[in-house]
């Protein structure tokens, strides 16, 4: 599909972010979570995004940051109500991406049963990486993504181990929110979430790519 707009600088205007929460079971076994009958997700703002290089910032009123390295499912088409079987066509590429979360206040919300804005959606929440292009990765299904903070390796983890498959996710969440060109879906992360500090470094990576 040729696009009209540079797709390998989604985001720069790519509208929506959409993360995909308990995806794998050791990660909601490790929150102490129950496994979800069907997808959680939610949304971040564009104003998420950061670029390699540039600094994570912690909002004022968090005191517990978490890093989540996730994969990224990049839109390539309009996409409504579309057939689990029709779905990686729907699909323009990945990047890599992190889902920081204030955990202290997620934990806070969930006790009140308020929505994770606050611990999800704040400025620079979602680190992302270069485009990828679909072509360049033969299964997302088999996939090993990793994270360390200041070289030590924190998450480790294959996409093989997702609850819910990427088609299923693109049917399942474009049958209530439509997917527009640019859009991202996080897949949700591995195990192995912990706080970050100030002046840590975070590296994450595919491997093999």
């Known amino acids: 599909m040729a696009s009209s707009k540079p797709i390998g600088r989604f985001w720069e205007w790519g509208k929506n972010i959409f993360c995909v929460g308990r995806n794998y079971a050791a990660h909601a076994k490790e929150l102490k979570n129950a ?4 997808p959680l997700f939610f949304l971040k703002p564009s104003t998420a995004y950061v670029r390699e290089g540039h600094p994570i910032i912690q909002p004022y009123y968090c005191e517990k940051l978490h890093h989540e390295v996730e994969l990224g499912v990049v839109i390539g088409k309009r996409s ?7 779905a990686m066509g ?9 889902d920081m979360t204030a955990r ?7 006790k009140k049963g308020l929505p994770w804005t606050l611990a999800k959606g704040f400025n620079t929440s979602c680190p992302v990486s270069d485009f990828v292009p679909k072509e360049k990765v033969p299964d997302p299904h088999r996939l ?4 360390k903070v200041n070289g030590e390796l924190r998450q480790e983890g294959n996409t093989s181990s997702m609850i819910f498959t990427i088609p299923y996710l693109l049917s399942y969440i474009s049958g209530i929110v439509t997917l527009e060109e ?3 879906v996080l897949t949700g992360s591995p195990e192995g979430v912990a706080a970050v500090q ?11 790519l």
């Not at 496994?35 to 069907?38: I, S």
């Not at 090993?144 to 994270?147: D, F, M, P, V």
Request: proline share 4%.
């Open 182 to 184: 640019g859009d991202i």
């Open 104 to 110: 202290d206040t997620q934990e806070e919300c969930k």
């Open 144 to 147: 090993k993504i990793w994270l």
């Open 80 to 86: 409504q109500a579309v057939p689990q079987e029709a």
């Open 198 to 208: 100030e002046e840590d470094e975070i590296e994450a990576g595919i491997e093999g």
């Open 90 to 98: 729907h699909v323009a590429g990945y990047a890599l991406c992190l």
């Open 35 to 38: 496994l979800p009958a069907e």
